[in-house]
């Protein structure tokens, strides 16, 4: 196992974010703070490993939640989980007024990619079904209060074949051009999985038949790097 590994070693050349969120920044002052996290199945969980919208609620709880306000007592930050296990951005689209805007989150974390790489000769997924619905999904959420972060795709094993590998790496390329385009924070989890340079078998969820799911160890360690690029951010917004 690799409990003794430099989690610290996240670098911000690899994973640090752009943009500040202000939305987020300004929820956190008030009683109720939500998030919504969007997604395919290392956002819904898979097995017995617990998905990253859990590890990401205790940790903003931790952090900004235990404050004692003589208006309302202590912050309730809530992650709302809406992931769905074999998704792409494609096929979450016509769920997103639902799922996503309907519950007015201050931040809203959209994981996406992997599927279309993994499964790509369903038209569904096809490359560019799945960039147009990650512009017109972007557009929706811009016109709103809204903070927004891309995920991309987890550096796995099912995802990094000779195959697969030049998809896994055009997928991550254009969904960072995206999320400049509108202006976005994009969090490069491939990228930062891949800089771990630790056996495959460590990434990858050892119940996983496919060789495509995070493990326990990868999914708390890509948790830990997003809370501290979300707390970053969240500073920035209101150092401004």
């Known amino acids: 196992m690799v409990d003794n590994f430099a989690v610290a070693d996240l670098p911000d050349e690899v994973i640090g974010f752009k943009y500040p969120l202000p939305n987020l920044a300004r929820s956190l002052k008030q009683r109720n703070t939500k998030i919504v996290a969007f997604g395919s199945s290392s956002t819904a969980g898979t097995r017995q490993v617990v998905p990253f919208p859990a590890y990401l609620e205790l940790m903003l709880r931790n952090e900004f939640g235990t404050e004692m306000t003589s208006a309302f007592g202590k912050r309730m930050i809530n992650v709302i989980n809406r992931g769905v296990g074999g998704e792409e951005a494609s096929t979450q689209l016509p769920r ?53 972060i891309l995920m991309d795709s987890q ?43 630790i056996a495959m078998r460590e990434l990858v969820d050892p119940a996983d038949d496919l060789a495509l799911h995070m493990s326990d160890w990868a999914t708390r360690n890509v ?4 809370f501290n690029q979300i707390k970053r ?8």
């Open 96 to 148: 997103m007024q639902s799922d996503v805007i309907g519950e007015a989150p201050a931040l809203v974390i959209w994981q996406v990619g992997t599927n279309a790489v993994f499964r790509n000769t369903v038209p569904e997924f096809a490359f560019e079904k799945v960039f147009a619905a990650i512009v017109e999904g972007l557009h929706r959420l811009s016109k709103l209060p809204i903070d927004v």
């Open 223 to 226: 948790t830990d790097a997003l």
């Open 155 to 197: 550096y796995a094993t099912a995802v990094v074949t000779p195959e697969k590998k030049p998809l896994s790496e055009a997928m991550v390329k254009r969904i960072s051009e995206l999320a400049e385009v509108a202006g976005v924070d994009v969090f490069r989890r491939y990228a930062l999985m891949e800089r771990w340079h």
């Open 233 to 240: 951010m969240v500073n920035a917004a209101d150092a401004t």
